[in-house]
């Protein structure tokens, strides 16, 4: 895996007078979540339906057979294409946090930055935490 610099790619985006603190990115890789569970076999069941259909649909008239291929390629992208395209979106994500900012740069063909800025608390709602030693 090549080495990309996560400071330098958000630098622009960091108002005078702020510094990055921390930069990374999202886990990396083919990711499995919970919805998968029921995704996957239904997906699977989706493609083999499209691809029995298609051949069917080929058996009478191959024009008719036709009208199946979108069918087939949405089944294929659902069961296997949207791992990569995620794992791929995933990998062109970067993280940036500064002083006062969260910055973060994603997407696949065009790059996208959104900028989530802390609002200080008052005084009164502010949170203090004091450590102290238990023996």
Do not use: C
């Not at 330098?8 to 499995?32: A, D, M, N």
């Amino acid at each position: 895996m090549k080495y990309r610099d996560f400071k330098s790619e958000l630098k622009r985006h960091v108002p005078e007078g702020e510094s990055i603190v921390w930069t990374g990115q999202p886990k990396q890789g083919i990711i499995f979540r919970t919805a998968d569970v029921f995704l996957i076999p239904f997906s699977l069941l989706w493609l083999g339906f499209a691809i029995f259909w298609m051949y069917m649909a080929g058996q009478t008239s191959p024009m008719f057979a036709l009208f199946g291929v979108p069918f087939v390629l949405f089944g294929l992208f659902f069961a296997f294409g949207r791992f990569v395209v995620d794992s791929k979106y995933r990998e062109s994500s970067v993280y940036g946090l500064t002083e006062n900012r969260i910055i973060i740069k994603s997407g696949l063909r065009k790059k996208e930055i959104r900028i989530l800025t802390f609002i200080p608390l008052p005084t009164l709602y502010s949170l203090r935490i004091t450590m102290e030693r238990v023996y």
